[in-house]
């Protein structure tokens, strides 16, 4: 996968104290070579899902330790929602770790027990209310609002070939050559759908009394709802329904930039609220995801950019 995290900052111990603790739970997975040292593609749910919260945990803390970032609002798509708890201290290391092994185990097995095999693809330059009759008529579901022009669709390898198929159709109109269908090569199972109910009742039985705690010094944004969490016990009590639910993240981050209020109307924010945006991990893909937010009061930042040029508002307006 390749590290961003420098193996000078005191963050990248968090790889072998992680791995640790894996052990501890059953796991004989070592996240330092998974995370830095490992080159090839990183195959299955569980060691994905393991290699992207801890390398996200690990530039948290880098973030934290080298520009001071105390966040407003934390939020995070799909398993990056558990780096959002742990960044609003609702959960700590030595729980998440096990909790997303759990989730990204109970996850496959679904998937290997499911009828059919199940995938994710990404639907783009297409309105929205085509994509929810198109996800009817071939009853598959959406995966993710990303964006007003981005969402996902979820189900059968079948299904989703049938809405390929519909996309390619509509693209013979000239004014729908822009739309694109893109499977995700790396998801092999029906996400954020009805297919992962027995994933989600498997991660309800592992949460234990006592495992989340109350949010401390930053709102969690939810991806079930688009809203900021209200208590840990809430998150602990929809954490598991996240597995079947698609992901709200455009309401998220419209929520972060002042584009709508807590409860997830939308309003009129004031030209001096100021919002910087940082992707905090690997990659740039929520980056672009969000790039439609930017204006005079809203800088979207990469994770390496944040760190190269710092946070300052003068100097991302720059």
């Keep these: 996968m390749g590290s961003i995290i420098s193996p000078s900052s005191q963050a990248y111990e968090t790889f072998e104290e992680g791995s640790e603790i894996l052990a501890a739970h059953g796991y004989d997975i070592n996240l330092l070579r998974l995370c830095v040292e490992q080159d090839e593609p990183i195959v299955g749910q569980l060691h994905n899902q393991l290699a992207i919260f801890a390398n996200n945990y690990a530039a948290e803390l880098q973030l934290k330790d080298e520009l001071g970032v105390k966040p407003d ?55 929205l209310e085509t994509v929810e009759q198109l996800a009817r008529k071939n009853a598959v579901q959406i995966g993710n609002y990303n964006n007003p022009e981005q969402t996902t669709v979820t189900g059968t390898l079948a299904q989703l070939r049938a809405v390929g198929e519909d996309i390619e159709k509509l693209k013979e109109e000239p004014a729908n050559s822009r739309i694109r269908f893109i499977p995700i090569k790396n998801v092999d199972v029906a996400v954020h759908s009805r297919w992962m109910g027995p994933a989600a009742r498997r ?33 602990a ?82």
Excluded at 105 to 115: D, E, H, I, L, T
Excluded at 207 to 231: D, Q, R
């Design 203 to 235: 991660l309800r039985q592992f949460i234990e009394p006592g495992m989340f705690f109350e949010p401390y010094g930053a709102e969690v944004l939810l991806n079930i709802n688009g809203k900021v969490a209200l208590s840990g016990g809430q998150i």
């Design 237 to 318: 009590e929809l954490a598991p329904d996240q597995l079947t639910n698609p992901v709200r993240w455009q309401e998220d981050m419209e929520v972060a930039v002042g584009l709508r209020d807590y409860e997830g109307n939308l309003r009129q924010p004031g030209e001096d609220e100021r919002v910087i945006i940082v992707e905090v991990g690997y990659g740039t893909v929520l980056t672009g995801i969000n790039r439609y937010l930017k204006s005079d009061r809203v800088r979207v930042v990469s994770y390496q950019d944040a760190l190269k040029y710092g946070l300052d508002w003068q100097e991302q307006a720059a």
């Design 73 to 127: 609002h934390v939020a995070g798509h799909s398993v990056g929602e558990y780096n959002a708890y742990t960044g609003a201290a609702v959960l700590n290391y030595s729980y998440a770790l096990p909790l997303v092994a759990e989730r990204a185990s109970a996850m496959a097995q679904a998937g290997v027990n499911a009828r059919e095999p199940g995938g994710l693809a990404v639907i783009s330059r297409l309105d």
